[in-house]
């Protein structure tokens, strides 16, 4: 019977203790943060700082700034005085479950439409010339101007008995600011071989006469996996950014984003009330995140190196 070797002992504590780390980093995070919340509450005046008639720090009353124990004292009483309301921490969880599932969905989309320009545009070098200028540009349109016409488009929209429906739209804008990063990364690492320590290998490739679509599946998607998975965490943060806008500017109902808005109309009278849809897209966006970790996870075999 043979010994099992003493790094195999060694590997699995060495794993674990980035992982411990990170949790506790992130925990400190948090803990830094509600004391800063607090203590700026404490020590700042409640009209905040007036730099002549402007005002550069914000106001510390409880109307602006309530304390962390009245929020959450908050999420546990009814959302509204109906004798059937539910508690206003399951409202935000069912609109971060609605906000999530259109994220996701624009996810996806926006991941596979930008990994077919990515992949285009390192086929052609021309396409790519032509391409990646509208690419960056399309970033720069408002999000707030383009909803209304998604929305409108969509409703004009008619194949056989297909009904486009709100949420749809919502999905489109957030897959239109997801698309970008994952394009230009997955680009970037389609393209790493050639200016890489791979590149005696695309030599060798070529050398053989090997096509390009067998280059492109045995050398620069592997080569891509670190520039990429960058790019689908901050994919992911545009999703999710993305829908909670577009639900706003649409005026789509059951998520976050039209939560915060009825719940910011009655902030003077409830203030406490309006940061529960706020930390629920926290949680939106730990969700989110978390899922692309898991892709990560999949493709852990090419991860050597992540490269932002």
Do not use: C
């Amino acid at each position: 019977m043979s010994r099992p070797s003493r790094w195999s002992s060694l590997s699995r504590p060495r794993l674990s203790r980035p992982r411990t780390s990170g949790l506790l980093a992130g925990a400190a995070g948090v803990l830094a943060l509600a004391v800063a919340w607090e203590s700026y509450k404490a020590l700042m005046p409640d009209d905040g700082w007036m730099l002549g008639e402007v005002r550069v720090l914000p106001r510390t009353t409880d109307v602006a700034m309530p304390h962390l124990w009245d929020m959450f004292a908050r999420a546990a009483e009814p959302l509204t005085s109906a004798p059937d309301s539910p508690p206003l921490w399951f409202a935000t969880l069912q609109g971060a479950g609605f906000t999530l599932g259109v994220s996701a969905v624009g996810w996806v989309a926006g991941v596979v439409f930008g990994l077919l320009v990515a992949v285009l545009m390192a086929r052609f070098v021309p396409a790519r010339a032509g391409l990646l200028p509208w690419v960056v540009l399309s970033q720069t349109v408002p999000l707030i101007a383009i909803a209304p016409l998604v929305k409108r488009w969509g409703a004009q929209l008619e194949v056989g008995t297909f009904d486009w429906q709100d949420w749809m739209s919502v999905a489109v804008i957030a897959s239109y600011l997801a698309f970008f990063p994952v394009s230009v990364g997955a680009l970037r690492g389609f393209t790493s071989p050639d200016a890489s320590a791979d590149g005696v290998r695309l030599d060798l490739f070529r050398a053989y006469g090997v096509g390009w679509w067998t280059t492109f599946w045995r050398l620069r998607a592997p080569s891509s996996v670190p520039y990429l998975l960058p790019a689908l965490r901050l994919a992911a943060a545009n999703a999710v950014v993305g829908t909670v806008v577009a639900e706003v500017s649409t005026g789509l109902r059951g998520g976050l984003g039209r939560m915060i808005v009825e719940f910011g109309a009655s902030a003077s009278a409830d203030p406490a009330k309006q940061w529960s849809p706020i930390a629920g897209a926290v949680l939106v966006g730990l969700a989110a995140t978390g899922l692309v970790a898991l892709v990560a996870l999949g493709l852990r075999r090419y991860r050597v190196e992540e490269t932002a």
